[in-house]
């Protein structure tokens, strides 16, 4: 409670010089619109159901690459580092791509899928596999092999050194990657959607430029902000804690 | 032995990477302009490079993220720092500017349209903006990491404040100042991009936007291969051992 109320204080003094700064008439309102204005516009969103659209529009695209990228990626990651010769040059090669994954695919998407819903999630899910490829592939070539072999040697088989050792051991490594390529991807989403597509928070702050509604875009850019902190916060960080206590590698001194 | 091994794997892996990728763009039943051939992307190159389009554009895009990063190292660090120095000042501005690190400056970008237009100064502060949070952030983070017992060791061996900022809170702060540049560098290289795709007149991000519209396909993945090169080469020979050398270096040690 205490926290929250100190969590809470820093936006209090935030709204509060904001909402002097355009009462003072500093700045005009078309370029910095009045916090009751924003209010009143997002209350004007949700209840005409739009804003929920978008939200719903972009969180869904978010969830299926999520789905469609991550069991494929950590899939593919297992294959290519159980080959150990073939693993250190897929390496750098999924890097590359790791580098370049994100908005910079969009005009090909375009190309390829033309304008809309398609190539719009397709930046989503590229975002995702590209970096749990990696960090899977980097997870498993980080699990010591002497692990490997004691499990070997008591008498395993390949397919327990897969299920016991590497999948558990390269999980860190994974749910971090989740977690950072969410967050990637998330940027990268509101980009697209602002080009490629007619729904989504990124087409809704987009469009308010174009008829230079400050309102409008403020109403998008705190609900991007905050459907991100929620979403760390609750679901990838906890995850991310609990992966690395449960499973994470203790070093042997 | 394992060298040749080694060499021999690669020349394998991208043989058979361009092989089949000049395979699918011969046989696979799609218009040419869904997926040209290496060779057209090779000899899109050698046409701007001719032309003198790519090297302006290359080093528009790089002044602008280099710009940023500068003005990050200048203004960001020594803000981090200074906001780091009191725990109130550090609490008060935690929740601040981990909102406003993640509201990425792309989404920001409608309004700085509204405030500067289609111009440059709307992609300049857009990818500032993008990189700077996540550089004070961490650098605030940093210090706050530093532990207090090394402070009061010092002071109570009679140092200056001078002394201590100097000994321990900076070289204490540096592996998080690095993990926090190199990760704005990362999300101001992709803000970029696309604030140059939504405004640009010039610049990578622009010149692979544009030429979709053209169906210049073998244009746009000269970018994109570039785009991706010049971050490895960042990343790699700049970023990773600027990280390494001080976590290494002055990295604090737990417990």
């Known amino acids: 409670m205490k926290a929250g109320a100190r969590g809470a204080l820093p936006f209090a003094v935030l709204i509060a010089v904001w909402w002097l700064v355009t009462r003072l008439g500093f700045v005009q309102p078309i370029f910095l619109p009045p916090p009751g204005d924003v209010i009143r516009v997002a209350t004007e969103l949700a209840s005409d159901g739009s ?23 950590v899939g593919l990651g297992v294959l290519v580092a159980l080959n150990r010769r073939l693993a250190p040059v897929v390496e750098p090669i999924v ?10 695919w969009l005009p090909l998407a375009i190309t390829w899928f ?49 299920w016991e050792v590497l999948i558990p051991g390269a999980l860190p490594s994974v749910v971090t990657g989740i977690r950072m390529s969410i967050g990637f991807g998330w940027r990268a989403l509101i980009a697209a959607e602002m080009i490629a597509t007619s729904t989504g928070l990124g087409f809704l ?6 008829f230079l509604q400050s309102d409008t875009i403020l109403v998008g850019i705190i609900v991007i902000g905050v459907l991100w902190l929620l979403t760390d916060r609750l679901l990838l960080r906890p995850l991310e804690r609990r992966t690395i206590e449960r499973w994470g590698l203790v070093s042997i001194t | 032995m394992l060298r040749r091994e080694a060499v021999m ?36 190159f050698g046409e701007l490079v001719r032309k003198g389009i790519l090297p ?17 190292l200048v203004v960001g660090v020594p803000a981090g ?25 792309i989404a920001w970008l409608p309004l700085f349209l509204v405030w500067f237009g289609f111009s440059e100064r709307t992609i300049l502060v857009a990818v500032n903006y993008t990189l700077l949070f996540p550089v004070i952030f961490n650098a605030m983070l940093g210090v706050r990491s530093v532990p207090p017992l090394y402070v ?57 936007f544009s030429a979709q519209s053209f169906h210049l396909t073998a244009r746009i993945m000269l970018g994109m291969s570039l785009i991706g090169g010049l971050w490895l080469v960042l990343d790699y020979f700049l970023l990773r051992p600027l990280e390494e050398a001080t976590i290494a270096r002055w990295g604090l040690i737990q417990r």
């Open chain 1, 51 to 73: 804003l929920w659209i978008d939200i719903a529009a972009s969180l869904g695209r978010v969830f299926l690459g999520i789905v469609a990228g991550v069991p494929l990626a």
């Open chain 2, 56 to 72: 302006t554009y290359v080093a528009e895009s790089l002044r602008r993220i280099l710009t940023a990063a500068v003005l990050g």
């Open chain 2, 9 to 44: 794997t690669w020349l394998v892996v991208l043989a058979g990477f361009f092989g089949a990728w000049s395979l699918m763009a011969a046989t696979l039943p799609v218009p040419a302009y869904f997926l040209p051939p290496p060779t057209a992307v090779v000899s899109a």
């Open chain 1, 205 to 210: 702050i987009y469009n308010g430029a174009n």
């Open chain 2, 152 to 208: 009061n060791a010092l002071r109570t061996l009679g140092a200056s404040r001078w002394r201590i900022v100097r000994d321990v809170v900076l070289p204490g702060a540096l592996p998080s100042i690095a993990t926090g540049l190199r990760l704005g560098l990362a999300y101001g290289w992709r803000a970029l991009i696309a604030a140059e795709m939504l405004v640009g007149a010039n610049g990578l991000g622009f010149m692979i």
């Open chain 1, 114 to 162: 033309g304008l809309g819903w398609t190539s719009v999630t397709f930046i989503m899910f590229n975002t995702i596999f590209f970096l749990v490829f990696f960090n899977t592939l980097v997870g498993v070539r980080a699990v010591p092999r002497i692990f490997e072999q004691a499990v070997l040697t008591m008498g395993g088989s390949r397919r327990d050194v897969i």
């Open chain 1, 95 to 104: 890097g590359f791509f790791n580098a370049l994954s994100g908005i910079a």
């Open chain 2, 81 to 105: 720092l200074l906001l780091g120095m009191s725990r109130r000042v550090a609490d008060f501005f935690y929740p601040l500017l981990n909102f406003f690190q993640s509201v990425s400056g």
